[in-house]
């Protein structure tokens, strides 16, 4: 199976610091698509960045930015000035090109401490 | 412009039952996918529906069924409710590469 894998559970930040969240993937692809998606206790997935494979400069909104290792298959999300708002479950998602569905990782749960 | 909207929020059902779950897609998106959140696990995919017809199944049971309408809003139905299919749904909805969009989701409880 084609998996999408978070190795930290959990981690923490002081408000103001930085903080990396990991992903790796597996896929045979070549054209693909990569997530980060915010869940908030409201529950509401939120689309935090987007990265598409066939592009080599790595993607950056705001605050958020991320580390796109190909050949590595490494995905990783980095928050710069962190807000005590940015607490939430973090999830890496893949989807292939040509379909729709999304595969997430287990999620890591984000901890701002003020 | 109104985003996804699920219904209902909470659901408790007793195992054997069947349930129903509602979703009103983005406005202009066309494409439903429903979503299978177990406490503590990410979402898993379930189905997709584009055009009232089922375009993508993951792997679960036939006890999973859907609709859509050709309004795009869609369905989820469970049959034959297991306790194990106690989670959150999750409904999102997308027009090509505009992306996703998920809505709140629906907590179903089964006892």
């Known amino acids: 199976a084609q998996t999408v894998t978070q190795s930290q559970p959990e981690m923490s930040v002081q408000e103001a610091e930085t903080v990396t969240l990991s992903c790796t993937y597996d896929t045979s692809e070549s054209d693909y698509y990569l997530f980060w998606y915010k869940q908030p206790p409201s529950r509401q997935m939120i689309l935090v960045i987007r990265?598409?494979?066939?592009?080599?400069q790595n993607a950056t909104e705001n605050r958020f930015s991320v580390n796109f290792q190909k050949a590595a298959k490494s995905f990783s999300l980095k928050i710069s000035d962190s807000q005590l708002g940015d607490a939430a479950m973090y999830f890496c998602?893949?989807?292939?090109?040509?379909?729709?569905?999304?595969?997430f990782g287990k999620g890591t749960k984000l901890t701002v401490n003020p | 412009d109104a985003g996804v909207t699920q219904s209902p929020t909470h659901l408790i059902k007793t195992r054997g039952q069947q349930v129903t779950l509602r979703c009103s897609p983005k406005?202009?998106?066309?494409?439903v996918s429903w979503y299978q959140q177990a406490l503590g696990q990410g979402p898993q995919f379930i189905f997709q529906y584009y055009e009232e017809e089922e375009r993508q199944r993951g792997n679960f049971p036939d006890r999973f069924s859907g609709h859509q309408f050709p309004n795009y809003s869609s369905e989820l139905n469970v049959n034959a409710l297991l306790l194990g299919d106690s989670a959150l749904y999750l409904c999102?909805?997308?027009?090509?590469?505009?992306?996703?969009?998920f809505g709140s989701g629906t907590r179903l409880t089964v006892v």
């Open positions: 998602a893949r989807v292939q090109g040509g379909s729709e569905k999304l595969v």
């Open positions: 406005s202009g998106h066309d494409t």
């Open positions: 990265q598409e494979a066939y592009k080599q």
């Open positions: 999102a909805s997308s027009l090509v590469w505009d992306g996703y969009t």
